[in-house]
C-alpha cells in the first residue's frame, strides 16, 4: 500500500526526516507544510493519506486533528529522538502512533502505510495513559499538590452511562430535571456526574450556588484542545458539591461559545463515562445545523455542543411543557432530534395541570403525543412551583430542600430509571458546603426627584 505524506514538523529537523521518509518504498512526500493552517488545507484538498506531524506545530489540537482525519487524513506524530514530553503530549491529543528519526526502517514503513487508524478507533487512549503517565512530563498546569489517594482512579466496572437531557425552546425545565435528576442520583448512592453544556443559557452553577468563577466546561475543553485533559485533571475541574455528586459547570457567558468544540466535548464525555456511573448532560435547546457551516469544518459551530452530546449520550430525555405551545414544540422536536444522531427519545413532560390542558391532564397529554408524535410511555412530572422556587431561591436540590415534594419524588422514579433503586424519601444531610454565588441586594425604593 502506498501513502502520499503531508509533513508539519520542527523546522530545524524537518529537512533530515523528509529525507528518511522520502526514501521509503511505497512513501512519497506530497508537500511540506510551513504551519497548521498549510497542512489543514493541503488535507482539505486531498493532497496527502498520511500528516506528519510534531509537537512544535504551533496550533495543533484536539479539533484540527478532528478536522485531518474528517478528510480521510492519518496522522503519524513525530519527533527528535528523547523527546519524550512531545511524544506524550501527541499521544494525549489522541496520536497513537509515532516515530523519530532513528525508527528502523522497517517500522517507518509500517507506521505510514499501515492501514487506516481513525480517531475514533483510539477514543479511549487518553484512559490507557492516565496511570502509565501519572508520574511522567510536566506537572498539569492545575493545582496538584493533593494528588494523592484522593486523585479518583478509573472505575472498574462498566462505563457509566451518559443521560443527555434536551427539550425545545421556550423554558421547559431542562436544567431544572438535569440538576434534580443528577442530585437523586447521586442520593441513592450512586456516583453521578452533571454537565452543563449548554451554549446559549448556561445556568447549573447559579442553581447549585456555585461561583461563576468555577473553571469548569471551559477549562476543560481548553485543556482537551492542548492534549493535557485526563481523568483526574477533569475530576479537579468538576465541582463536588454534594456527597457523590460532582458538576461540571457551563460557560459563564454565552458569547465564549466559541471554546467549546466537538472533539473537545467528546473525550469530555468519554473521561466522564470512567468519573461517574451516570454521567446527566444538561444541553441547549438548538439543534440546527447550519449547512454553509458545516461545510466548512474549520468554522466553529455554536450547536456543535449540542449536537454530539446527543450522538454521545445512551440515553435522551425529551422534555417538553404541558401547555398547547409546549407540546406543539415537543411534537416538532420528536421530529427534529430524529434527523440527527441521537437515541430514541423518552417524552419527559413538566409541570402537568389541569388548568392549562383540561381536565384529566395525564390522558390528554398521553393521547396528544401518542397520536401526533407516536410517543408512549410518557414521564410525567407535575407542576410543583413552591418546591421549584425553594429550590431557585435558596440555591439548593429538591433532595435538599423539598424532601417531600411532589415533584422530587417524581424526579426520583426518573432516576431509578438509570440506577435501578428505589428514590429514597428520607432527607438526604448536607455534608459538603459549597461555595456561594453572591446574591443581588434587595431592591430599595428612592425618592423621585430632588430632597
Excluded: K
Excluded at 454521567?279 to 466553529?300: K, M, Q, R
Amino acid at each position: 500500500m502506498s501513502a502520499t505524506v503531508l509533513t508539519a514538523l520542527g523546522p530545524d529537523w524537518e529537512g533530515r526526516m523528509v529525507e528518511i521518509v522520502d526514501r521509503l518504498p511505497g512513501v512519497v512526500v506530497g508537500r511540506r507544510c510551513a504551519d497548521l493552517a498549510d497542512l489543514l488545507a493541503a488535507a482539505s484538498a486531498g493532497r496527502g493519506d498520511v500528516a506528519l506531524v510534531s509537537g512544535e506545530l504551533r496550533g495543533l489540537d484536539r479539533d484540527a486533528l478532528s478536522h485531518l482525519t474528517d478528510h480521510g487524513v492519518r496522522v503519524v506524530g513525530a519527533s527528535r529522538e528523547g523527546a519524550e514530553d512531545q511524544e506524550r503530549q501527541l499521544r494525549q491529543l489522541g496520536i497513537p502512533q509515532h516515530i523519530h528519526l532513528g525508527t528502523p526502517r522497517e517500522e517507518l514503513v509500517e507506521a505510514l502505510t499501515s492501514a487506516d487508524v481513525t480517531m475514533a478507533a483510539i477514543a479511549g487512549l487518553a484512559l490507557d495513559l492516565d496511570e502509565s503517565a501519572a508520574g511522567e512530563g510536566p506537572p498539569s498546569p492545575i493545582d496538584e499538590e493533593a494528588e494523592d489517594e484522593q486523585t479518583p482512579r478509573p472505575r472498574d466496572d462498566a462505563p457509566g452511562t451518559v443521560v443527555a437531557v434536551w427539550g425545545p425552546t421556550g423554558g421547559p425545565g431542562r436544567s431544572t430535571l438535569a440538576v434534580n435528576l443528577a442530585s437523586e442520583v447521586a442520593a441513592s448512592g450512586t456516583p453521578a456526574l452533571l454537565v452543563d453544556l449548554d451554549t446559549y443559557g448556561a445556568s447549573v452553577a447559579q442553581l447549585l450556588s456555585v461561583l461563576d468563577e468555577a473553571p469548569g466546561l471551559a477549562a476543560a475543553a481548553r485543556a482537551s484542545e492542548l492534549g493535557t485533559l485526563d481523568l483526574p485533571s477533569l475530576a479537579r475541574l468538576a465541582v463536588e458539591v454534594a456527597p457523590g455528586l460532582r458538576v461540571l459547570t457551563g460557560i459563564p457567558t454565552a458569547s465564549r461559545w466559541t471554546e467549546v468544540r466537538p472533539a473537545a466535548i467528546e473525550q469530555i464525555i468519554e473521561l466522564a463515562r470512567s468519573l461517574a456511573a451516570v454521567v446527566v448532560l444538561d444541553c441547549g435547546f438548538n439543534i440546527e445545523d447550519d449547512e454553509e457551516l458545516s461545510y466548512d469544518t474549520l468554522a466553529p459551530r455554536r450547536n456543535a455542543t449540542t449536537l454530539t452530546a446527543l450522538a454521545e449520550s445512551d440515553e435522551l430525555l425529551l422534555v417538553g411543557a404541558a401547555d398547547p405551545i409546549g407540546l406543539q414544540r415537543m411534537v416538532r422536536a420528536v421530529q427534529a432530534v430524529g434527523q440527527v444522531r441521537s437515541p430514541r427519545p423518552r417524552p419527559v413532560v413538566n409541570r402537568v395541570r389541569a388548568s392549562s390542558v383540561g381536565p384529566d391532564p395525564r390522558r390528554r397529554v398521553a393521547e396528544s403525543l401518542e397520536r401526533f408524535a407516536g410517543l408512549d410511555d410518557v414521564i410525567f412530572l407535575p407542576d410543583d412551583p413552591v418546591a421549584a422556587d425553594a429550590g431557585l431561591l435558596s440555591g439548593q436540590t429538591l433532595v435538599e430542600c423539598a424532601p417531600e415534594s411532589e415533584l422530587r419524588l417524581a424526579i426520583g422514579q426518573v432516576a431509578a430509571l438509570f440506577t435501578g433503586r428505589s428514590p429514597i424519601r428520607r432527607p438526604a444531610r448536607r455534608w459538603l458546603r459549597r461555595p456561594r454565588v453572591a446574591r443581588l441586594p434587595p431592591m430599595t425604593s428612592h425618592p423621585q426627584g430632588g430632597a
